[in-house]
T-cell receptor, first 110, second 111 residues
């Protein structure tokens, strides 16, 4: 099956713990993105990567970290420094000027 | 960074009615994208526009790339209950083709 796979769909963590969200793609797209979605705030860009071993901060990178060791994979770590981590996280890929999304991971920190 | 302003932010319409929503930017965009997001899912690309003045249809959806390149419009004709969702406009910006999204228009259709 071609596409973008985010896992898990739902994730619960205790406050103060780091957590890593997975994003894998088999579309052979160079660009990958992480967005955060909160009610009434649209999609905000956390990090993006145009090529393996390179990534750039988006608009709200504080408290997050990423890696891009393989073209297919772009995991996002939500660290304990992120003050309000409960949100819906969306991974996307891009082969040109368009972005294609995974199904999302809903992270709840209790 | 670049901002996209979408309006209206929410709308309730009767089944069968036509819907219009728009998106404006303070800067020029070379591509306009329209997405639909259903609850608990990722956004799905509906229409992509690449040229100023371009008018493109996808079934009951029609989108236009404004002549000034600073706006775009999405129309849905004869709405049905499954049109419910959040509609986002978006466009690539910056040297890295960073895709910026509007805040979304939440559409509710009353049967």
């Amino acid at each position: 099956d071609g596409g973008i796979t985010q896992s898990p769909k739902y994730l619960f963590r205790k406050e103060g713990q780091n957590v890593t969200l997975s994003c894998e793609q088999n579309l052979n797209h160079d660009a990958m993105y992480w967005y955060r979605q909160d009610p009434g705030q649209g999609l905000r860009l956390i990090y993006y990567s145009q090529i393996v071993n390179d990534f750039q901060k988006g608009d709200i990178a504080e408290g997050y970290s990423v890696s891009r060791e393989k073209k297919e994979s772009f995991p996002l770590t939500v660290t304990s420094a992120q003050k309000n981590p409960t949100a819906f996280y969306l991974c996307a890929t891009g082969g040109g000027t368009e972005a294609f999304f995974g199904q999302g991971t809903r992270l709840t920190v209790v | 960074g670049q901002q996209l302003n979408q309006s209206p932010q929410s709308m309730f319409i009767q089944e069968g009615e036509d819907v219009s929503m728009n998106c404006t930017s303070s800067s020029i965009f070379n591509t306009w994208l329209w997405y639909k997001q259903e609850p608990g899912e990722g956004p799905v690309l509906l229409i992509a526009l690449y040229k100023a003045g371009e008018l493109t249809s996808n079934g009951r959806l029609t989108a236009q790339f404004g002549i000034t390149r600073k706006d775009s419009f999405l129309n849905i004709s004869a709405s049905i209950p499954s049109d419910v969702g959040i509609y986002f406009c978006a466009g690539p910006s910056g040297g890295y083709q960073k895709v910026t999204f509007g805040i979304g228009t939440k559409l509710q259709v009353i049967p």
